[in-house]
C-alpha cells in the first residue's frame, strides 16, 4: 500500500507544483507542443516514405527480354543461372504465345493486329519477370542479367527508379536525423525550464533531505510533474496528426503527385503515430525533470 500512498501523494504534489508555478508550466508544455509537432511531421513523412519504398520493392519487376531464337533447353539454362544471382528473390517465364494472349485481353485492336503474325513473324519475345530482394541492388542485378546468354534486353524503369529510390533513402535519412535532433533539443530546453523550477524550490528540497527523505522520494513528484506536462504538450499536436492527417489525405485523393507515391491509409495510421507521439512527450517530460533535480540530490 505504501507505493500507492506515494504515488498519489506525488501526483497530488505535482498537480499543484504545476498550478503554483503555471508560468514556468505554460513554457514548459509550450516547447514540448512547438516541438512534438514538427516531431508529428517528421515522423508522418518518413513512415510514408517507407511505405512507398515497402510497395516500390513489391511492386517493381525487371523485365527481361530474350533472343527470339531461343531453344526450351536455353530457357532451362537460364533459369540456371537466375538461381545463382543472390539478389533475385523470384523469376516468372512468359512464353511469346502467352505474352500474345495477354495483349490481347487488354486491346481488340491489338489483338487484331497480332493474329495477323503467325510465330516466325511476331516481334514478341519470351520473357522473363524477376522480383528482386534489395531494390538498392537492382541497377547491379540488371547487368549481371544482361551478361547471360541470350538476354535480348533487360528493362526496370532504369533512371526513374534509381533517382527515386536515391530520392527516397535520403528522405528517410533527414527524416530520422530531424526526429532525433528534436527530441534532444526538446529533452534540453525541458531540462533548463524545469531547472527555474526545481532552483526556485531548492529550499523544499533541502528541508526534506534533512528530514531523511530518500532522494527517490524527492524526485518521484518531479519526475511525475514532468509526465503531467509531456501530456498535456502532446494534446495539440495529437490533434493536428489526427484531423491533419484525415484532411490532407482527403485532398490528395490518398497519393501525391503521381499513383506511384500512394499515402498510408488514416485509420489505424493516425492512432499509432498519435501514441508515438504522447509516448516520446511523456518521456521528454520525465527525463528532462529527473535531469534537473539531479543537481539538487547531490550531497
Known sequence: MKPFR???????DAFKSSIRNFSLSL???SCITITLIIVAIAIIASFNVQSVTKELEEDLTIVVFMDNDITSKEIEKTKNSFSKINNIESYDFKSKIDVKKELQKESEVLGTV???WDEEESPLKDTFQIKVKNIEKISKT?????????V???????GMVDKLISAFSSIQKVTYGIVIALILVTVFLIINTIKLTISARKREIGIMRLVGASNFTIKTPFIV???ILGIFGSIIPILLTTYGYLAFYKHFDGHLFSE???LIKPEPFIYSVSLII???GILVGMIGSASAVKKYLKV
Request: aromatic share 2%.
Open 6 to 12: 506515494m504515488l498519489s501523494r506525488s501526483i497530488r
Open 27 to 29: 513554457a514548459s508544455i
Open 114 to 116: 497480332l493474329d495477323g
Open 142 to 150: 540488371a547487368s549481371e542479367i544482361e551478361k547471360i546468354d541470350k
Open 152 to 158: 535480348s534486353v533487360v528493362r526496370y524503369g532504369e
Open 225 to 227: 510533474e514532468g509526465m
Open 260 to 262: 506511384v507515391i500512394r
Open 278 to 280: 504522447l509516448v516520446i
